[in-house]
């Protein structure tokens, strides 16, 4: 037989946690063994368990499921990330693809296809729905992550002056970051540009 998809799950709301850790524990070659409620816990987990599949929603607090995505990469682990959630926005999964993520599930799929998705990671495949796929590689905005930095403080309402004391740049490259990102958003101010983005799933 087939040994079990071994998982961790990183879900912030604690009753979907719940609800997809009974759902996959039902099935016999799914091991949920870590349920973790952010990205820390859950990024501290896979190091600890060594998973096959960490399967991960986007939004959570102190670090976002792409941010876990992106922690993953860089830190050479050895898991393959699942990302399910309600956003089909081009923007995440742009970054989910960019960080090396090797399925994008909907929450509304049902939850053989997820099972399914899981199987396929493991085995070395990966998993995009198509018109998602299509929707990001036909989006034409890819902002840097310095533009995304800026604007997520922009988006805060904080000064020039201090977003450039917060990254430790100068007033002047904080300009010219947001400059180009109004520009690239077909924004007309920094507000409008933070709330573009956001929109697109691009911070």
């Avoid at 998602?132 to 997520?152: H, I, K, S």
């Amino acid at each position: 037989m087939t040994r079990p998809v071994r998982v961790v799950l990183a879900e912030d709301e604690q009753m979907i946690r719940d609800a997809f850790g009974q759902l996959l524990d039902l099935q016999p070659d799914v091991e949920v063994v870590a349920g973790c409620h952010d990205g820390a816990s859950a990024l501290e987990a896979v190091r600890h368990h060594r998973p096959d599949v960490l399967l991960t929603d986007i939004e959570m607090p102190g670090m976002s499921g792409l941010e876990l995505a992106e922690a993953v990469a860089a830190g050479g682990l050895a898991v393959r990330v699942v990302i399910v959630t309600t956003f089909a926005r081009p923007g995440y999964l742009r970054r989910a693809l960019d960080a090396g993520v090797a399925g994008y599930v909907l929450k509304a799929a049902p939850v053989a296809d997820l099972v399914q998705a899981l199987r396929t990671v493991r085995d070395g495949g990966r998993v995009i729905e198509p018109e998602l796929a299509l929707m990001a590689w036909d989006a034409p905005v890819a902002l840097t992550e310095r533009e995304r930095d800026v604007l997520r403080l922009a988006e805060g309402g904080l000064p020039n002056a201090d977003i450039a004391a917060r990254l430790h740049l100068a007033e002047g490259t904080v300009r010219n970051y947001l400059s180009d990102a109004i520009t690239k958003l077909h924004a007309r101010t920094r507000g409008e540009a933070a709330a573009i983005a956001r929109s697109r799933g691009l911070l």
